[in-house]
């Protein structure tokens, strides 16, 4: 190699390297830029009504000075709370058949049908929602059970997040060496003994990561939401004896709170929607650093067993 041609790789090489750290740099510059200007619309509501009177009221009517988000806190978290307990198990079965089952022309089949889900709008899952699922949660006989509420829209958002929970986890598991899988054959093991007990927690880190992704979506989900959840502002609460009838109950979401209100709010209900806005941000930091933790102390696990 001559001199010239080294001189032109290492100018290449310094360019490109360039380009990265600013195409990297710039993913942190929107995220902070998008927090500074939140928090910049939301300060008059902090000022005026309190960080603390706004996470501990139940009462939201900006008609009446009446800022409280507790309610919403409760319908977003308890939404996607069912999301998620209806949508990982059909995720990692889906996952699992796709990686270790199915055989690779029916696997050539569904996996492009679950990549399909991921590309529907919202407002096609809302509205497939209030046509098929809420006359049949409607069918649940229990009284004060109108078909809109936590359920349905548990349901809704379970299979909108399916797809990447699926298509994450099926990666982790195909990375996972098959020479663990084969061992694990060798040792007396059945085929799924070897799954349960060696390639899924192989991938418990990826299939974590998979989750994650999974609760950003649901936490930020809106337009479905709205069309679904019954969008109530009221506190959940179980309607009958039975505590899993909480799930039956109407309720609103942050982000459905901030859709609906936003397009004609003024003042400082204005300023209380940014303040929602910043709560809803803090939420998904606080989940997305928490689940970093754990990702991380499971891979420390896996390589102190």
């Known amino acids: 190699m001559t001199p010239d041609s080294a001189r032109g790789k290492n100018r290449v090489e310094s360019v490109m390297r360039a380009l990265l750290m600013v195409a990297a740099l710039s993913s ?3 995220v902070l830029l998008i927090g500074v200007f939140t928090l910049k619309e939301a300060i008059p509501a902090f000022q005026g009504i309190g960080p603390l009177s706004m996470l501990t009221e139940k009462v939201w ?7 409280g988000i507790l309610a919403m806190i409760a319908g977003s978290g308890l939404v996607t709370l069912g999301s998620i307990l209806i949508g ?5 079965g889906c996952a699992v058949f796709l990686a270790e089952v199915a055989p690779r022309w029916i696997a050539n089949i569904v996996r492009p049908s679950v990549e399909l889900l991921a590309g529907i709008p919202s407002v096609v899952y809302g509205l497939f929602g209030m046509v098929v699922l809420v006359p049949a949660v409607r069918g649940i006989d229990v009284p004060g059970n109108v078909g809109f509420g936590l359920l349905t829209a548990s349901m809704v958002l379970a299979v909108m997040i399916l797809p990447t929970i ?12 098959r020479s663990y899988y084969n061992g694990s054959l ?9 799954i349960r007990r060696v ?3 192989a991938a418990r880190s990826g299939i974590l990561s998979a989750v994650v992704l999974g609760l950003g979506r649901a936490l930020g989900e809106t ?4 069309m679904v959840i019954g969008n109530s502002v009221i506190m959940p609460k179980a309607i009958t004896s039975n505590p899993l009838s909480i799930f039956l109950s109407r309720a609103r979401t942050l982000t459905g709170n901030i859709a609906v209100e936003i397009n004609y709010a003024t003042g400082l209900h204005e300023s209380a929607l940014f303040a929602t806005g910043v709560v809803l941000f803090l939420l998904i930091m606080i989940v997305n650093t928490t689940a970093r933790g754990l990702i991380k102390a499971s891979m420390a696990g ?3 067993r």
């Open 223 to 226: 337009i479905a939401m709205i």
């Open 88 to 92: 990982v198990p059909l995720a990692l």
């Open 186 to 194: 060798a040792l007396g093991a059945t085929r799924w003994e070897s």
């Open 199 to 201: 390639n899924i927690p």
């Open 61 to 67: 009517r900006p008609g009446q000075e009446s800022f």
């Open 166 to 177: 699926a298509s994450v986890t099926e990666t982790a598991l195909r990375s996972v060496p």
């Open 28 to 30: 942190v510059a929107i």
């Open 302 to 304: 896996g390589v102190a």
